[in-house]
């Protein structure tokens, strides 16, 4: 199987939001994850889609979110949804997604990400539950499967928020939400 990326914006949004169904089921926009998302806007170069030949395969999507803390507020980039279509899953492309995020990650230099997430799979990209131990979310999850992969220094303990950004995205002037 031979399979591509390209940015998340080659691909038709109904397109991945049908994959999204398919993998997480059409009751997913209830989760806190989603609730987090909420007003974001995608982050192109850290959003990327994968094909084989013309069929949309999986999607990588990322968002800027905001951490709450004593001392005033921090942006992440919160990483998810992950998906790959049911027909081919565990045959790398979640992997090779994963990668992509990383490489671009560094790149861009973008040294703070999280996601709700199993660390049984995601503690092989560098994401674990102890960064985020001490942060919280308003609404259902558990805290096991908060993680994080942390290249600076962020809050132990804060509250994740959505994030409202500009309509025009960049530069990205974030503000978060009240
Ligand atoms: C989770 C997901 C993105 C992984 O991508 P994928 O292409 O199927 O998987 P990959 O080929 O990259 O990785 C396969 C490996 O991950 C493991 N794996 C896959 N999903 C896993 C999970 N939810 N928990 C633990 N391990 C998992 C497989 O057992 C396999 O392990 P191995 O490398 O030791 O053999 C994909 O399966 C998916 O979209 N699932 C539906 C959505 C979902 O349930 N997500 C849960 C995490 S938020």
Redesign the pocket.
């Known amino acids: 199987m031979a399979v591509t990326l390209t940015p998340l914006s080659d691909a038709d949004p109904e397109a991945v939001e049908a994959l999204l169904d398919a993998?997480?089921g059409a009751d997913r926009r209830g989760r806190t994850a989603y609730r987090l998302r909420e007003g974001a806007v995608a982050i192109p170069e850290l959003s990327f889609a994968a094909w084989e030949g013309a069929r949309l395969v999986?999607t990588l999507q990322s968002w800027p979110v905001a951490l709450r803390t004593a001392g005033g507020s921090d942006t992440l980039v919160m990483v998810?949804p992950?998906?790959?279509v049911p027909d081919l899953?565990?045959?790398?492309?979640?992997?090779a997604l994963m990668a992509a995020l990383i490489d671009a990650a560094e790149t861009t230099g973008a040294d703070a990400l999280m996601m709700i997430?199993?660390p049984?799979?995601y503690e092989r990209f560098g994401f674990t539950a102890a960064p985020a131990a001490g942060w919280r979310i308003d609404g259902p999850y558990e805290q096991r499967r908060l993680l994080a992969r942390v290249r600076r220094d962020v809050a132990p303990e804060g509250e994740l928020r959505s994030c409202h950004c500009r309509e025009d995205g960049n530069p990205p002037a974030f503000e978060t939400a009240a």
């Open positions: 993998a997480f999986g998810g992950v998906a790959v899953q565990t045959q790398g492309i979640g992997k997430g199993d049984e799979y």
